[in-house]
């Protein structure tokens, strides 16, 4: 059983940077990929951001440009630099690990609050 833990979250002005991690308790298969979602308040869960373990990643159009994902194989850890924030990136920002091209579990982890202030 894996599980993740996200921190880095907080309190940051428009146009401001934020890193978030996202560590897993035991090894992540390289089968898996991970990711960052995001979900506001009244609003659906939206992908943010996907990695693999040899570091290809995908963006949403809302972030691309300004948000940078990347993934530590070796310390179990994946992140998310986000820069030049804006209020309306203000959400619960969670990371999951997920089954590529196998069978397996996703795996989720408890979400960390990013605020932009405007």
């Known amino acids: 059983q894996v599980q993740l833990v996200e921190s880095g979250g907080g309190l940051v002005q428009a146009g401001g940077s934020l890193r978030l991690s996202c560590a897993a308790s035991g090894s992540i298969s390289s089968l898996y990929g991970m990711g960052w979602h995001r979900q506001a308040p009244g609003k659906q869960r939206d992908l943010v951001a996907t990695v693999t373990s040899d570091g290809r990643s995908t963006y949403a159009d809302s972030v691309k440009g300004r948000f940078i994902i990347s993934r530590d194989n070796a310390k179990n850890t994946m992140y998310l630099e986000m820069n030049s924030l804006k209020p309306e990136d203000t959400a619960v920002y969670y990371c999951?690990?997920?089954?590529?091209?196998?069978?397996?579990?996703?795996?989720w982890g408890q979400g960390t609050q990013v605020t932009v202030s405007s």
């Open positions: 999951n690990a997920f089954p590529i091209g196998a069978w397996g579990n996703t795996y």
